[in-house]
C-alpha cells in the first residue's frame, strides 16, 4: 500500500530563513503528489501539487518538485516568513484509484521574527 | 460556497456514551474520509468510501462506524465512547482521479471523560 515518511519536526527557524521538509513515499503505479498545510485550529488545506515525474509545484513561495527515481517530494521555501508557521503534511495519491488517501506524520513549522 | 461541513464543533462525552459525527459536501464528490489526529501521530485514516453506499476500513477503525447512505453526507459513529477516543476529528473528500486534491472540514474536537 501508499506510504510516506516525512522530516521529524519540530522545526524553528528564524524569519528569512531557508526552509526544506524532506518527505519520501512509496506508492502504487504513477502517483500524484500533494503537500497540505494545516494553520493552528483549522483543517488541511493544499498547498501545492504535482501529477508527474520532474513537474514542480509551487504555491505562496512554495515548490516542491516531483522526483521519481529517489521517490521523493521535498517541499522547499527560500525565504521563511512568521505567517508561515503551521503544520506541514506530504500525501502520495496512488494511480490504482482504490480510494485510500494516506498522510505523513506531519512536520511542525515554528518561524520565530 | 460551504465545502465541507462538520457537525458539531465541539462535544464532551461520558465513557459508553455514542455519538455520530456529520460530515457534509457540496462539491458532488465521490471520495469521502474520516480522520483522526493526535498529537505526534499525524493523521490516522479510521474509515473511507468511494460512493454512496460503499464504506471500507482505514488504518484505525476500530470502535468507530460509518455510513454514506447519500453521496453527500459521511456519518462517523461511536457506539460505546472511550478516552483512547478523545482526538480531533477531521472529514474529508475528494474526487475520483488520483490527481485532484481532498477537502477538509474544520474538524471535531471530542473529550471523552
Known amino acids: 500500500g501508499d506510504s510516506v515518511t516525512q522530516m521529524e519536526g519540530p522545526v524553528t527557524l528564524s524569519e528569512e530563513a531557508f526552509l526544506t521538509i524532506n518527505c519520501t513515499y512509496t506508492?502504487?503505479?504513477?502517483?500524484?503528489l500533494f503537500w497540505y498545510v494545516q494553520y493552528p485550529g483549522e483543517g488541511l488545506q493544499l498547498l501545492l501539487k504535482?501529477?508527474?515525474?520532474?513537474d514542480k509545484g509551487s504555491n505562496k513561495g512554495f515548490e516542491a518538485t516531483y522526483r521519481k527515481e529517489t521517490t521523493s517530494f521535498h517541499l522547499e521555501k527560500g525565504s521563511v516568513q512568521v505567517s508561515d508557521s503551521a503544520v506541514y503534511f506530504c500525501?502520495?495519491?496512488?494511480?490504482?484509484?482504490?480510494?485510500?488517501?494516506?498522510f505523513g506524520q506531519g512536520t511542525t513549522l515554528q518561524v520565530k521574527p | 460556497n460551504a465545502g465541507v461541513t462538520q457537525t458539531p464543533k465541539f462535544r464532551v462525552l461520558k465513557t459508553g456514551q455514542s455519538m455520530t459525527l456529520l460530515c457534509a459536501q457540496d462539491?458532488?464528490?465521490?471520495?469521502m474520509y474520516w480522520y483522526r489526529q493526535d498529537p505526534g501521530m499525524g493523521l490516522r485514516l479510521i474509515h473511507y468510501?468511494?460512493?454512496?453506499?460503499?464504506?471500507a476500513k482505514g488504518e484505525v477503525p476500530d470502535g468507530y462506524n460509518v455510513s454514506r447512505l447519500k453521496k453527500q453526507n459521511f456519518l462517523l459513529g461511536l457506539e460505546s465512547a472511550a478516552p483512547s477516543q478523545t482526538s480531533v476529528y477531521f472529514c474529508?473528500?475528494?474526487?475520483?482521479?488520483?490527481?485532484?486534491?481532498?477537502?477538509f472540514g474544520q474538524g471535531t474536537r471530542l473529550t471523552v471523560v
Open positions: 474529508a473528500s475528494s474526487g475520483g482521479q488520483p490527481r485532484t486534491e481532498a477537502f
Open positions: 468510501s468511494v460512493g454512496e453506499g460503499t464504506t
Open positions: 506508492a502504487t503505479g504513477y502517483p500524484s
Open positions: 462539491m458532488n464528490h465521490e471520495y
Open positions: 504535482a501529477t508527474k515525474a520532474d
Open positions: 500525501a502520495p495519491r496512488g494511480s490504482s484509484n482504490t480510494g485510500k488517501l494516506i
